[in-house]
């Protein structure tokens, strides 16, 4: 489950000093040139043949970083890649500059919390734009959404937490024909209604609607008509029913599908979920499904990954279904304090099985834990507040 990536620097510490950052050529200069006046590059370019080369690269590739009250003037207008750290700092006047950049595909304004309706719209002739990141804009509302209806060249949008955002602003995205992920993240006032507008996003694989409030099962109906969504984030949404989740089960190109913490959910939406077979990656955390819902899921040899972490209902029988599928890389069962040694029986089968949570299962001892050393594949186990086993159980994993 993928929301629009943001690239991050990652510090590294040299001999207990303060982080520093490990820069490749491309990221040196991101850093720099915003810095500098265009009369002083020459004079460094000439005294450090480092500086010299990244220059002279092309401009392309460079991923710029705008902090905050630097100025755009002196940027490439070749640059493809934004990302604008303002803050809380206006931003408006700041988008007048990025129209020089006709050649911007990727921008990134998250995090830009006094963006308007007003600024937003001076984007609209960006038309090369592919990526536009607006999360955590607090400000933009339908209005602003307006602004991105002519950028048909769209791939992807994050809107994650504009909490403003309503069914009318999703009308604007229906014409985004080349949209294949979009992340709606926190939208809490976007209904039924407006998830209607979405069915027409023909070539859209990666939607988020997590914590999406008022998603129901109408809207599930809506959504179920993207039949070529790959990977669906549900998270919270405790207005979906079993009634919902038999319309997703007609999204039979699914990998990816996230309902933690959907509290309505019951055992009967799982009925027809044999229908997806693509699905490689599901999470039913904290959901009030029993062993007869994981009884539906038996007929998925081809999960990779389930989490069933805090499913209160389970006992030793869900672990003889999960026993079936065979392909199973990764399960966490953290939480599921009804199940016992006899259970873990049955995970010996798992061979492909590498990762394995179970923490706060209170009810297991050392002889389970011995069950687990004929998987051949595992790395990962994680026991915590399993208070039973002892250290003659963990000496079966030297």
Known sequence: MRPCKKRRFHPIRVDGRPPILQLGQFQARDLLLPFLAAADRPMLAATCSMFGEVVRTNWKNARVTVASGASLKDINKEVRNIRLNAGDMLVDNYLVELLKFQQLTNLNLSDCNQLTDAGLSKISTLQQLQTLVLSDCHQITDVGLSSVFGLDKLVCLDL??????????????????????????????????????????????????????????????????????????????????????????????????????????????????????????????????????ISHLSLQPQLRYISLWKCHNLTDKSLCHLSTLRQLGAIDLGGCAKITDLGLAHLRLLTNLESLELNDCTKLTDAGIAHLRWLPKLQFLSLRNCDKITRVGLAYFP
């Open 160 to 293: 994650s937490y504009c909490e403003h955002l309503t069914d009318v602003g999703l009308a604007f995205l229906s014409q985004l024909r080349e949209l294949r992920d979009l992340n709606l993240n926190s939208c809490e006032q976007i209904s039924g209604v407006g998830f209607r507008h979405l069915s027409g996003l023909t070539q859209l694989q990666d939607l988020n609607l997590s914590w999406c409030d008022k998603l129901t099962d109408e809207g599930a109906a809506h959504i179920s008509q993207i039949r070529s969504l790959q990977e669906l984030s549900l998270c919270s949404c405790e207005g979906l029913t079993a009634v919902g989740l038999d319309h997703i089960a007609n999204l039979d190109q699914l990998r990816g599908l996230d309902l933690d913490d959907c509290s309505s959910i019951a055992d009967e939406g799982f009925v027809r979920f044999s229908n997806l077979q693509q699905l490689r990656y599901l999470c039913l955390s904290r959901c009030n499904i029993t062993d007869i819902g």
